[in-house]
């Protein structure tokens, strides 16, 4: 059972273009983290936003958690080739159970 | 070693036969964390070790399923009697604090069960 609901589950796009990909969940969350998940490798964490309505920017992406603590959204700008990947966000369900999100499997193309 | 390390990369057994994955994590690192990822998915919560001692196994599907760190190091997950519904990547996590705030992970071993 996933607690965290991420959409679309799919997205293709050009590059150059911009998306914003969405977890969301009727749970309130202490922190929410992004990972980027390659094929054939483990994920790799992006970023970790703690405080509600919190914006934190990484180069070309942008992190947002919702006022209340219950979702996220990350928005890339200019997408390139580089950016596909699985991206997936997580929540502590316990102090020591991180649940992730089924994911948002992002392609870029040329 | 630089980075978590999980051996072996790929497995197929016979549905019936046992497996042992093994997971080798930063050095120094107390948390370690297994999770299992079918296709399609985000990566599930197996069990939690914090040192030696496993705190959690709460998401291990099924008694055949059993994982130890004897030492507090290195971790073996421990398959018995695979079923075909165990085909999944297993991820091996670890993290320098109790509460496993960064996790690092391996790149998995894909288990296929025929």
């Known amino acids: 059972t996933q607690l965290l609901e991420q959409s679309p589950q799919f997205l293709s796009i050009q590059e150059g273009e911009n998306l914003t990909v969405y977890c969301n969940s009727s749970?309130?969350?202490?922190?929410l983290q992004w990972y980027r998940q390659e094929p054939g490798e483990g994920p790799v964490l992006l970023v970790t936003v703690v405080t509600g309505g919190e914006v934190k920017k990484l180069k070309r992406l942008t992190f947002q958690f919702g006022d209340a603590r219950k979702d996220s959204s990350l928005h890339i700008t200019a997408a390139q080739p580089g950016d596909t990947g699985l991206y997936l966000c997580?929540?502590?369900?316990?102090?020591?159970?991180?649940?992730f999100g089924a994911g948002t499997r992002l392609t870029v193309k040329p | 070693g630089a980075g978590v390390s999980q051996s072996p990369r790929y497995k197929v057994a016979k549905r019936g036969q046992d497996v042992a994955l093994r997971c080798d994590p930063i050095s120094g690192h107390v948390s370690l964390f297994w999770y299992q990822q079918a296709l399609g998915q985000g990566p599930e919560f197996l069990t939690y070790f914090q040192n030696e001692a496993q705190l959690d196994k709460s998401g291990l599907p099924s008694d055949r399923f059993f994982a130890e760190r004897p030492e507090g190091s290195v971790s073996t997950l421990k398959i018995q009697r695979t079923q075909q519904e165990d085909s999944a990547v297993y991820l091996c996590?670890?993290?320098?604090?109790?509460?496993?705030?960064?996790?690092?992970f391996g790149s998995g071993t894909q288990l296929s069960v025929l």
């Open positions: 996590a670890s993290s320098l604090s109790p509460e496993g705030e960064k996790l690092f």
């Open positions: 997580a929540g502590p369900n316990t102090i020591n159970d991180m649940r």
């Open positions: 749970s309130v969350f202490s922190s």
